[in-house]
């Protein structure tokens, strides 16, 4: 039988290239091989946009459209929404008592979160406790691997925790998740270079920027401050141009000539940008084509995910079978 | 329209006297004047015995045979089982997102409720969000009254915070609750005169005694730990039997005259406890005949459980309709 793989987006914008190489990118890789689960976690996004829920449902669409555009199937991929899957909230609600508050507080990714957006004392209740929603969006599916950025793994550590709980209180119903953290890239640097690439912060490329705005986006990309005439000898290490090209250029060899060149001096920024434009310019045109095409019937690309959300309650239900019984509520 | 109730019990254990002076004997006297639910809350009680499972499943059906013993009408009030409504998990997840975690640490009856239960540090977080999984219990059905003990209040006044949250910010959709105190006996003592009565402390007379138990219970109640000597003056604040014959017996002007007697000299403790054991029996007699009958077929009782929480999930799917509107995730 084929792994189980959860993983998913909050749709609370559009998709990036940051996204592309941490986790789109693995994902089409992984599609055929892996039963894969992806959800848009709508409920987890609501928790940080309580009061702007127009917001989060306009953006189910646009990452629905981003999925499809890269190359995800529907038919192949279990494309899920969070919030047409009561299954999800009953298991966070059992898992609740399996959590201390201590806990909770202790959890590095979460604090983290709470310290970056600024929630201090006033955090959401709902917000403090993603790790338990996450830890049902995983076990619901009996996920066997999530994939996860580094700053992710306490997550992982949490739901395993709980896993271990129910199953050591109630019966052995789930497995324990592993959590993977890709290999290479899996945290691209915004075009700036002070922080990873996120739409909120004002330093992406999204997968359907116009070609226009990828230009202009790369022109304006942080290289090397000191480098300020051609023929200057330039710093590679951390200019945001060569990292990008590591990552997207094929050609290697070209891109270690063209580093030792800029090493040396005499080769100019404006020259690295052109490359790395041309490279971004022939990975995001054809996504954002397929974009443009499923963007005309948005109505077929949410029955897709209609259908996958149906494929996902049938998991839901099987397991939630499993989770009564176990939990001696198995009434009727 | 008939106002809408909302009450229940935790099934943790038999209900005693207490309940019904506090809460069972209003049910009754308003299940015809108003709409009542009775929730038998097992989610909420397995936040407190998470490992224990067996005992809050036994104790549903035992609450069932209370509720019908004492003469709840299936048919008109209806009785519904908590983990089988998960529309109430999903409000919860969504309430969450409106509370913050500072304010559920200031509620009172949540503190005093986790210092009684020594949780400290380690309490559950599932126990510790009560008051959220509770507003969610009140507006699934859009109660308008919710009869409470006073030390509950502040559960109330939550609710009420996070309904004028949810309207606000998504659509006016849920009535704000209000909590009635009933007026007299809301807090009965319990047999030791220490605290009110409570089956954990071990001073309950609960509704399913023998009539040997109560009798012994009677004898053994908490009286005048001075009044040594039938001759003695006693005193009647304070003295627990007297305080039961205030609530139980209906012959006011008798209980007077024996008041006096007591606090003159010459009235015996026994003589005051033979007649309370009398009035107790009378009233708890007919309650144990009609619970030994539901009691014999169990499957029957269940089974009146099963239709009232059909009943209470249709008020959850139109609830929910609603909610989905307001909060823009009615997708399909």
């Known amino acids: 039988m084929k792994k189980i793989i ?4 909050r749709p609370s914008g559009p998709l990036h290239l940051g996204h592309y190489v941490g986790s789109l990118k693995n994902r089409l890789a992984m599609q055929q091989e892996y039963q894969q689960y992806l959800i848009i976690a709508d409920v987890q996004a609501l928790s940080a946009n309580a009061e702007n829920p ?3 449902r306009e953006n189910v669409l646009q990452v629905m459209l981003d999925y499809l555009a890269v190359g995800i199937d529907p038919a192949v991929s279990t494309i899920f929404l969070q919030s047409l899957v009561p299954e ?13 508050v201590a806990r909770l507080q202790r959890n590095p990714t979460v604090k983290e979160e709470i310290r970056q957006k600024g929630f201090g004392a006033s955090v959401p209740a709902g917000f403090f406790m993603h790790p338990v929603s996450q830890a049902a969006d995983i076990t619901f599916v009996k996920a066997d691997i999530v994939p996860v950025g580094e700053d992710q793994l306490p997550l992982i550590e ?10 050591r209180i109630y019966a052995p119903v789930f497995p324990e998740p592993q959590g993977i953290v890709p290999k290479q890239g899996a945290r691209l640097m915004g075009l700036d270079g002070k922080a990873k690439m996120s739409k909120s912060l004002g330093n992406a490329i999204s997968l359907c920027d116009s070609a226009d705005d990828i230009q202009k986006k790369v022109m304006s990309m942080y290289t090397d401050p000191n480098h300020l005439r051609v023929a200057d000898p330039g710093e590679v ?5 060569f990292s ?5 250029d094929s050609n290697v060899a070209e891109v270690e000539e063209l580093k030792a060149q800029y090493r040396a001096g005499g080769l100019g920024d404006v020259a690295i940008k052109r490359r790395l434009n041309t ?3 022939e990975l995001i045109g054809p996504i954002r084509d397929r974009r443009n095409e499923f963007a005309k019937d948005p109505v077929a690309v ?3 995910l209609k259908q996958g959300t149906e494929r996902a309650r049938e998991a839901a239900a099987k397991t939630m079978i499993e989770v009564r019984r176990a939990m001696r509520i198995d009434y009727f």
Do not use: H, P
């Open 88 to 100: 999800i909230a009953e298991l966070t609600i059992y898992f609740l008592n399996l959590v201390t």
């Open 54 to 56: 127009e917001k989060v």
């Open 158 to 167: 949490q739901c395993c925790e709980i896993v271990r709980s129910f199953n």
């Open 244 to 248: 990008y090209l590591d990552i997207f």
């Open 279 to 281: 490279v971004l310019q």
């Open 6 to 9: 959860l993983t998913g987006d």
């Open 237 to 241: 290490e951390g200019n945001m141009v």
């Open 302 to 304: 949410m029955q897709l």
